[in-house]
């Protein structure tokens, strides 16, 4: 095992200082919420019939987690695109959110032309880059941020920045109507626990060596699932999937079976938040999964809300993906395959 106290050893393996920028969860939602309220935006951004949201990688964490919390109470539908052109149906009537945390995403720049084409409503999120001049120079409302309590860099290890960042741009345009004192108690409980959430998952990332993880969530965790999935991809360099209850349970519990002896380690995110019918489905879930002979790591939020569960989440899964990676000897600040990727598609 690692030895989690050796100042040496962890500076070898994570030189960018992966764990400044995870340690950095709250300072980074506290300022992104603080920054976009004191924007000159306008209040209201007109009619909308349909958002879409434009992001690649961990620039479109922040519209997994705002769908996942308000997609239900939301009056329009919500699409989430990850390629280089927005649906034909966007027109006027359509807002369309540009994330990308370098501001050199060619795919969201590529978005934001065509949206731009159909005279569609655009707001933009990023560190700058030309999506940063492409916003300014169209005077479109953006939250440009500095991201310097992100030490390493790494546009997954800003989450902060384009979660917080993204809630407080579209309230603050009027998109959504939240409580600002919901997201600030939020962050105060997140304060309280962060040392507790770190402590848990120094603990439990043990669980995962040498296994795959499959990750079980519902409901308003459904976007930290994906995340959660993605940090285990990135950070860890780990095989990982998601699943989400109630659909799971309409398919995957007969896909137990075989291979026999699989190297399966189930986490279900669970909350006491959760609807009566989907609480009674993860109970359910535990029990098959269970006596398929596999482990089941059920993780139950303490929060009170539902925003306090996800920053929970959040910050666990942050921690525990990079403790991971450490015990792995990987560098979890770098992805080299997908660098080679882009190198290789770049010529």
């Known amino acids: ?143 440009i941020f500095d991201g310097k309590l992100n030490p390493a860099g790494v546009p997954r290890l800003g989450n902060g920045y384009t ?40 603990n439990d990332y043990k669980k995962y060596i040498g296994k795959i993880p499959v990750i079980f969530a519902a409901e308003h965790l459904a976007g930290n699932a994906q995340i959660l999935r993605n940090q285990f991809n990135e950070t860890s360099k780990t095989f990982s999937s998601f699943f989400l209850i109630p659909d799971l349970n309409h398919h995957l519990m007969e896909g137990l079976k075989f291979p026999e002896k699989s190297p399966l380690e189930f986490i279900i995110l669970n909350s006491p938040n959760y609807s009566e019918k989907i609480k009674k489905r993860v109970k359910l879930t535990s029990e098959v999964v269970r006596e398929n002979k596999f482990p089941v790591h059920d993780l139950r939020t303490s929060g009170s809300t539902i925003y306090e569960d996800f920053l929970e989440v959040l910050q666990y899964g942050s921690y525990l993906t990079l403790f991971l990676a450490l015990e792995y000897k990987q560098n979890p600040a770098t992805n080299p395959w997908v660098d080679y990727f882009k190198e290789k598609l770049a010529k």
Not at 171 to 180: A, R
Not at 189 to 200: A, F, G, M, P
């Open 1 to 143: 095992m690692i030895d989690f106290s050796n100042q040496d050893e962890l500076k070898k393996l994570d030189p960018k200082d992966t764990y400044g920028s995870t340690k950095g969860l709250l300072k980074q939602c506290e300022a992104a919420w603080n920054e976009v309220n004191v924007l000159n935006l306008p209040p209201h951004l007109g009619e909308i019939k349909n958002i879409v949201f434009c992001g690649m990688g961990a620039s479109i964490y922040g519209a997994l987690v705002l769908k996942a919390l308000y997609g239900r109470s939301l009056p329009f539908p919500i699409e989430i695109i990850s390629d280089y052109f927005v649906p034909d149906y966007v027109d006027s009537n359509s807002l369309v959110v540009l994330t990308s945390y370098s501001g050199t995403t060619e795919e969201v720049i590529s978005c934001g032309e065509d949206a731009k084409s159909k005279n569609a409503k655009i707001i933009v999120l990023t560190k700058g880059g030309p999506l940063s001049v492409f916003a300014k120079e169209n005077e479109y409302p953006a939250y």
């Open 163 to 202: 979660i917080l960042g993204l809630i407080g741009l579209l309230n603050k345009t009027g998109v959504i109507d939240i409580e600002e004192h919901e997201i600030e108690n939020s962050l105060i409980r997140l304060t309280e626990t962060k040392d507790v959430i770190r402590n848990q998952a120094q």
